[in-house]
């Protein structure tokens, strides 16, 4: 590597570690406001799901499937198998959920998106649905929290072609850069992550609800199907709430 090359590769990571670091402070000084805790977002918060009536369920999830697209479709890859006649079928990246998120919360445009995001929840629910075939009857069980790691600090940045996710845990002295990659909205209600194929990319549900708040549900989806028995339907939502704190 000649001396012009080798100073150019410094003055690039010195220009990078300069600019996490002054996220990094900006971020220390954003997390030292006392987050909004009057807010009450229930674990069914901006979710919707079919009707629990026979024909009902099958015609509302069909409804889902008109918010697709072509790119996204491409992202999808699931496992099967077989144990006693029962067939399970794990989507680890699943677009279209039982439990979606709700279609008020989708943004005609994407500008909206850009700035700095504050986390102020972040939690894994559990949604599970079945139907017990021989008396057509559905079943809804009550949500489940599975986790809830909202009092960890985590900031969203997002420009107009990438996206940013930095988190601190509880207990962590310093801001760490999680996820970072290009990203497209799909069809006002998708975002697709990636870093060089879209195929290769993942998926979340992205809104933004009445108050401004942006709502991130990245879902996986498992379900059990016996023949001529049961379906049975079981959606983990990973879901993160922002508050926006700056527009750049």
């Not at 890859?77 to 989708?106: C, F, K, R, W």
């Not at 107009?160 to 962590?172: A, M, P, R, S, W």
């Not at 990636?194 to 290769?200: N, Q, S």
């Not at 993942?202 to 996986?220: A, H, K, T």
Request: glycine share 4%; aromatic share 14%; no cysteine.
């Amino acid at each position: 590597m000649t001396y012009h090359l080798r100073l150019l590769s410094i003055l690039v990571l010195t220009i990078i570690s300069v600019d996490i670091f002054a996220q990094g402070n900006d971020f220390e000084q954003l997390s030292k406001t006392p987050k909004d805790t009057s807010v009450n977002f229930p674990l069914d918060y901006k979710i919707s799901r079919p009707r629990l009536e026979y024909g009902n369920w099958d015609r509302d999830f069909d409804v889902y499937y008109s918010f697709l697209t072509p790119t996204i479709r491409k992202t999808q890859a699931a496992l099967s198998y077989t144990e006693n006649g029962v067939v399970s079928t794990i989507t680890p990246n699943s677009i279209i959920p039982h439990a979606q998120l709700d279609t008020t919360t989708m943004v005609d445009d994407p500008k909206k998106f850009i700035g700095t995001w504050r986390m102020i929840k972040f939690r894994s629910i559990r949604y599970n649905d079945s139907v017990y075939l021989p008396t057509k009857t559905y079943y809804r069980l009550s949500d489940i929290l599975l986790d809830d790691k909202s009092n960890d600090e985590a900031f969203a940045v997002i420009t107009d072609n990438n996206f940013k996710l930095y988190v601190k845990e509880i207990g962590k002295k310093d801001f760490k850069k999680v996820s970072s990659g290009k990203y497209r909205i799909e069809n006002r209600r998708f975002i697709l992550k990636y870093k060089l194929a879209k195929a290769g990319g993942g998926v979340s549900q992205i809104g933004i609800d009445e108050r401004g708040y942006l709502i991130l549900n990245y879902p996986s989806v498992i379900e059990n199907v016996k023949k001529g028995e049961y379906f049975s339907y079981y959606a983990v939502i990973e879901q993160y709430i922002f508050e926006k704190v700056s527009e750049r």
